[in-house]
Nanobody
Framework: VQLQAFGGGLVQPGGSLRLSCAASGSIFSKNPMSWYRQAPGKQRELVATITSGGAPSYADSAKGRFAISRDNAKNTVYLQMNSLKPEDTAVYYC???????WGQGTLVTVSS
């Protein structure tokens, strides 16, 4: 399985971005998918997870602002990020099964 994340970029505070992560292989639909992020000088942290059945869960920092979803027909997981803050600036990684497979990361910069 390979994961490819995209959709990052520069956005102003209060703006929105949607990240996508496309998976190759046939095991995508059977596994939980997660988004992690790593800010400069900080450890990688879990942002959101969605189970194979579609149940989401979020870190406290993401609750109410981010939404994770998946389309098993497209082997793709999404992270809709709203009301972005400068502290959301990080490289965002998608992962299958809590890090069994990692995507390459996409940079999100929130700045005016």
């Amino acid at each position: 399985v390979q994961l490819q994340a995209f959709g990052g970029g520069l956005v102003q505070p209060g703006g929105s971005l949607r990240l996508s992560c496309a998976a190759s292989g046939s095991i995508f639909s059977k596994n939980p998918m997660s988004w992690y992020r790593q800010a400069p000088g900080k450890q990688r942290e879990l942002v959101a997870t969605i189970t194979s059945g579609g149940a989401p869960s979020y870190a406290d920092s993401a609750k109410g602002r981010f939404a994770i979803s998946r389309d098993n027909a497209k082997n793709t997981v999404y992270l809709q990020m709203n009301s972005l803050k400068p502290e959301d600036t990080a490289v965002y990684y998608c992962a299958l099964r809590y890090g069994f497979v990692w995507g390459q990361g996409t940079l999100v910069t929130v700045s005016s």
